[in-house]
């Protein structure tokens, strides 16, 4: 919700005021709106407007290349005829106006209104209204203006700056609204200043196909998809509401409504590029961001604007605004690099091990295995367990390096391996792939571990299993530098470690003497809960973890325990 106010009647004019403020080098404040400097050369003024809420639309635009003014009205609110008629009246330079909204009815009659009276005064006053929204209409002309808000002031400010008279530009505005087609989806309601519910509200795990930038009713709510069916399903739909007019070439916007943030919409970039690009469109200046946003709403829309060269020719103008800026001079020099960079062992190849060292490696991938599964179903309370006091990842990190390790292996198991190539590849992939404090520790215990066996050994026994298990724990201790008492992974790794050790030396069954040991590791780590904290990313909270035990002592714990389900000979020998 947006959470941040004075009086909730005044937040438009607060954060207006702000604005203003911020970017007074560049634009001034008229009544109503914001109108930028000027420039040597008159221009035809293009001036853009709507609501509050949907920033940078509408004032986060004004600037050269761009929009001449802006008209500011209330949150989600129509501006008045009479501030449109202000900024309108300060924009103009004697070469005309061009005023274009979003294809609303408070707009249309605003708009026009004040079109009427400049147009009584002398003012050439023309308007392009915005209607790019397929969900909201079969018919192009009662459609809504969404997010080809965009690209529609682009096309009409990179006209102007142009040169171009009143006629051209309207021209090609009308132009850029006809190639302009835009789809949408919302995953929660937005939230106005002051209020305690949001406008609209979406089914729990579902979302809102069709919705419009204030919550407007959209075609249906639909179960939630993944990323990758999200984008298929934003690609058909806009295809199959292609112009009849239309070139292979196309500008494109993965906007953002406010909460769905930049990696959410990267991810969903990431399929609808080459849907496009199967689809036989080139893509030209894309852009992924927040560009028409709705408060605090969650959602995102796809628009596509098919361009010919003068629209690419608009699209691809320099601009410089405080929300947005293209400038083509720093990217003419760029040229990418030659040749592939890949890591030094990415393409080296396995020793052949000793025949007796290849059911020690199948133990190897089967433990990892029983290990990835482990994380996988304790992901979310591992996750729950770090951020009482921490930033709730380790499940998530944990996973992600237990399947990277697997996946490894795997590799190494298929070129016939041993176990210390098997290990020392799966540490190296975990650490790559997890990140973090439990990837880098996890990474060098494996990979240690896995030096510190011997792939051309005839025996692989007690003394191979308890090197191994030490140069994994040496490994943590020395790359963390904790110590018992800290709240780490090592309060249970070393009581695990002393208590396999005292059972090996007694003569008990190595089977036997994990069991023990396991036992001893899950004490310690339920014993971790009354401790404070000394090293990692809880320190700072320390008091808030007390009660808590530690996730990387706890997913230890978790790991070595599964890990009795594996029954290892005491001894394997070559034949």
Request: net charge negative; proline share 5%; glycine share 12%.
């Amino acid at each position: 919700m947006t959470v941040l106010y004075n009086d909730p009647a005044d937040f438009a004019e607060d954060q207006f005021a702000g604005f203003l403020d911020l970017y007074s080098d560049r634009l001034r404040g008229v009544p109503g709106g914001a109108v930028a400097h000027r420039s040597e050369t008159p221009q035809v003024a293009v001036v853009v407007g709507g609501g509050s809420g949907h920033y940078p639309a509408f004032c986060g635009i004004v600037g050269p290349g761009f929009a001449t003014g802006a008209v500011v009205g209330n949150v989600f609110t129509s501006p008045s005829a009479a501030q449109v008629y202000s900024v309108a009246k300060a924009s103009d330079q004697g070469k005309g106006v061009i005023l274009t909204f979003g294809n609303y009815a408070g707009d249309n009659m605003n708009f026009g209104i004040a079109a009427e009276r400049l147009r009584k005064e002398g003012i050439d006053t023309r308007i392009v209204v915005v209607t790019d929204d397929i969900a909201s209409s079969p018919n192009e002309s009662e459609r809504r203006g969404i997010a080809g808000d965009f690209t529609v002031f682009k096309a009409l400010g990179a006209a102007a700056a142009s040169g171009l008279d009143k006629d051209e530009v309207e021209r090609i505005g009308r132009a850029a609204n006809a190639a302009t087609r835009t789809f949408g989806v919302a995953f929660s309601g937005c939230t106005m200043p002051g209020a305690t519910e949001p406008l609209f509200t979406v089914p729990e795990q579902h979302m809102g196909v069709g919705l419009g930038i204030h919550g407007e009713p959209g075609i249906r709510d639909q179960p939630l998809m993944t990323a990758d069916q999200l984008a298929r399903l934003l690609v058909t739909d806009l295809l199959a509401s292609a112009p009849a007019r239309r070139s292979s070439r196309v500008a494109v916007i993965l906007n953002g409504l406010g909460t769905t943030k930049y990696e959410e919409l990267f991810l969903v970039w990431k399929t609808v590029a080459p849907l496009l690009r199967d689809a036989g469109l080139e893509i030209v200046e894309p852009e992924v961001g927040e560009l028409v946003t709705s408060l605090d709403m969650g959602g995102l829309s796809l628009t596509l604007m098919w361009l010919d060269k003068e629209l690419e020719h608009m699209w691809k103008a320099d601009t410089y605004t405080p929300a947005y800026r293209k400038q083509t001079a720093p990217l003419t020099g760029l040229r990418p690099a030659v040749g592939d960079v890949t890591a030094g062992e990415a393409h080296d190849d396995a020793p052949t091990p000793n025949a007796a060292a290849l059911p020690v490696a199948q133990l190897v991938l089967d433990g990892l295995g029983v290990l990835a599964r482990t994380m996988h179903d304790n992901e979310l309370e591992l996750g729950r367990i770090d951020a009482v006091a921490g930033d709730g990842d380790h499940g998530r990190g944990m996973v992600k390096g237990a399947d990277a390790a697997l996946a490894a292996a795997q590799s190494a198991q298929a070129a016939t391996a041993g176990p210390s190539w098997t290990l020392r590849k799966a540490g190296q992939a975990w650490a790559a792939a997890a990140g973090g404090t439990s990837g880098v520790l996890w990474g060098a215990g494996l990979e240690s571990a896995g030096a510190a066996l011997d792939d051309q050994a005839a025996t692989f026994g007690r003394g191979e299993l308890a090197a191994a298990l030490h140069a994994f724990s040496t490994a943590i201790t020395d790359l963390g530098r904790a110590t018992p008492g800290d709240k780490t992974l090592v309060d249970a790794l070393l009581p695990f470690v002393d208590s396999f050790d005292l059972s090996l030396m007694s003569g008990t069954d190595p089977a036997e003497a994990w069991s023990a040991a396991a036992t001893a590791a899950t004490a310690a780590a339920e014993a971790t809960a009354a401790l404070t904290p000394k090293l990692g990313r809880a320190r700072p909270l320390a008091e808030k973890s007390v009660g808590t035990p530690d996730a990387g002592a706890t997913s230890f714990s978790m790991i070595v325990r599964a890990l009795e389900a594996l029954s290892p000979a005491t001894e394997r020998t070559q034949p």
